[in-house]
């Protein structure tokens, strides 16, 4: 598929499912009902321990858990050096490799190698980076993940104060000669969903939000998509 097909594939507002809350003795199962469930795509958070303080899943995992789902798979690397996973990524099953721009002294070179391995590439923002980071290297992203926690941890608290930079990041997504999307990751639940597609987000994230829902998973993605419908200008 093109980068317009990919992301025309998926009605928006997408509801994206990070696996970092999941049992991880029992991925493939954790998986399966998040397919059941409705969601868009399954985000694998990849964590070196020195981009942020946290270890997490590696290539390996998630080439273990592809054969459990048939949802796309995105990759958030919070790692440096993320060039070095884009071909392993690929051979995993992933579509999409997110890479921090912080953590990319040669931004343009790094997302280039990940086309060439054939993937999407998309480009996350810390809270304190400013939207300029990516304005240069738009020929070469599919996706800006505006992050609106620190990165490292889940179960975070939503930051209101990055909803204009989502609004400046739909602006310049839609300068872009191809398709950009804008996702946004970090305390996304009922209450703040609608709040981030107002703001320009068509891609959501949510991790707590799905796996510690009283009604489980598919009404945690019920009251996600509804909310960011009623919240989408």
Known sequence: MTDAQLVKAITKPAIVASALPANFARLGEDCRALEKAGVDRIQWDLMDGR???????GPGTVAAARAETDLPFEAHLMTLEPEAYAASLADAGCELMIVHAEACPHLHRTLAAIRDAGLRAGVALNPAT???????????????????????FGGQRYLASMEPKITAARRLADTAPHPVEVEVDGGIGPATAGRAAAAGADVLVAGSAL??????????VTALRSAAEKGRP
């Open 211 to 220: 796996f510690h829902h009283p009604g489980g998973p598919a009404a945690a």
């Open 51 to 57: 981009f942020v303080p946290n270890l997490t899943f």
């Open 130 to 152: 400013p939207l300029d980071a990516v304005a240069h290297v738009l020929d070469l992203t599919g996706l800006i993940l505006v992050m609106t926690v620190n990165p490292g």
